[in-house]
């Protein structure tokens, strides 16, 4: 069979049927690393912009719940960006392979997104727990530990109950209470907290015996013993509120940890499905001469 100079000869495409697995680990190990980087990176300069939040002036620090919200959407803006940037990387790097239709190829390139996303987390847990990125960890847990021990600064090493007892047992110069003494009224104080009231006894027996120690009428003795009940009162409502707040906010944050990492693993398959397609619209097929 003769053939003009014009005829063109198509040759048949043949396909690679080489038996490998459709999973490439250099690009999802590359992306991973890359998201570590740059997580880390940012986590220290949020600390940072964390920190100067805090002071152990109460009245010039942020409130505990601001700081939980922008520390939660810097974590999600970290979590987001830093999965975008390696699953974007995989997808552009993964090697395509042509024996598949433009839709399966998204889907594995958002498959190697997804374990960029997997994989830089369990890289991220080992960089929080290395000593070779102790600087980063301790800017990271720089803004929660000052912030949670703010009001702690001023009232460091302040007992209430030592405290209500060194008011309620003042000698004013007459014979001091004994230490029985003084762990027998701390056994009734702890008593009345626990039952919500100061049994008219205990109460009674208290005035008596600090009327006679501190040389003072049992009356103003008794106004002295209600008024001590009344602030260790008030400061186990302040410690119960201080808890549930915390409570809350550990349960917030969990909450939001859990959402940021749905919202990470989602923004890793999609970027790394479009650098995919930025992939395949930049190849160039040599024509057969």
């Known amino acids: 069979m003769s053939m003009s100079g014009t005829d063109v000869v198509v040759a048949p495409v043949t396909v690679n049927k080489e038996n490998r697995s459709y999973v490439q680990w250099g690009p999802i190990i590359g992306g991973a690393v890359i998201a570590t980087a740059i997580s880390t990176i ?6 940072a912009i964390g920190l100067s939040m805090v002071s152990a002036d109460l009245e010039r620090s942020s409130s505990p719940t601001a700081l939980a919200v922008a520390g939660a959407l810097w974590a999600l803006w970290i979590l987001v960006s830093a999965t975008m940037a390696g699953g974007y990387l ?66 460091e090493n302040v007992d209430p109950l030592a405290m209500t007892l060194d008011n309620v047992m003042r000698a004013n110069g007459q014979q001091p209470p004994s230490a029985q003494e003084r762990d027998e009224a701390s056994r009734i104080f702890v008593s009345a907290l626990r ?35 009344a602030r260790l009162s008030q400061a186990k409502d302040t410690a119960k509120q201080a808890a ?5 906010i550990a349960v917030l944050t969990a909450f ?21 397609t930025h992939r395949d619209e930049n190849m160039h097929v040599d024509a057969v001469g």
């Open 90 to 155: 995989a997808g552009r790097m993964r090697q395509p392979s042509f024996d598949a239709n433009q839709e399966e190829r998204k889907v594995r390139d958002a498959t190697h997104g997804l374990l960029v996303w997997a994989t830089g987390a369990l890289l991220i847990t080992v960089v929080a727990t290395s000593s070779l990125f102790g600087a980063a960890k301790t800017a990271a847990s720089g803004v929660a530990s000052v912030s949670s021990g703010v009001a702690s600064l001023v009232s």
């Open 42 to 47: 940012m986590t220290v300069f949020g600390s």
């Open 195 to 229: 039952n919500g009231k100061i049994e008219q006894g205990d109460r009674d027996y208290l005035a008596s015996r600090l009327a006679a120690r501190s040389g003072i009428s049992e009356q103003d003795a008794q106004k002295r013993i209600d008024d001590a009940y």
């Open 256 to 276: 939001l940890t859990a959402a940021s990492l749905l919202v990470g693993a989602a923004a890793a398959a999609w970027a790394a499905t479009l650098g995919g």
């Open 244 to 248: 549930e707040r915390a409570r809350k």
